[in-house]
């Protein structure tokens, strides 16, 4: 399952030429241009940046450790990471093969 926005480069038509020819096995959601509502790894990149905002890194190596210290500390976070997947109205759907829009 793949997640994408509307950004020009994710339509073009080498692209579309791919999805179509392995829907088999791949399954595209097309989101609007920017919808951070509707994307959970938006939530994700949030809390990262949050952690790092005011880190005075020396060099691109910092940055990078500092990214991956505080994904590590957020996969061991579920409630975390449901909560940034609950933000979307979106639910896991465990029985069938993803994501499907909450019933209110």
């Known amino acids: 399952m793949l997640v994408w926005d509307n950004m020009r480069m994710h339509l073009v038509a080498p692209l579309q030429e791919f ?3 392995n829907a088999a096995w791949i399954t595209v959601f097309q989101l609007p241009t920017y919808a951070p509502d509707l994307n959970p ?4 990149w949030s809390l990262v940046k949050r952690d790092i905002g ?7 190596g910092q940055i990078t450790r500092a990214v991956k210290r505080k994904l590590k500390m957020l996969q061991y976070q579920p409630a975390v990471i449901d909560g940034c997947l609950a933000g979307t109205g979106l639910v896991l759907d465990h029985e069938g093969d993803g ?3 909450q019933s209110e």
Not at 54 to 60: F, G, H, V
Request: hydrophobic share 45%; proline share 0%; glycine share 6%.
């Open 54 to 60: 005011n880190l005075a890194a020396a060099d691109l």
């Open 41 to 44: 790894q938006e939530g994700i």
């Open 99 to 101: 994501c499907q829009e």
């Open 19 to 21: 999805f179509e020819a």
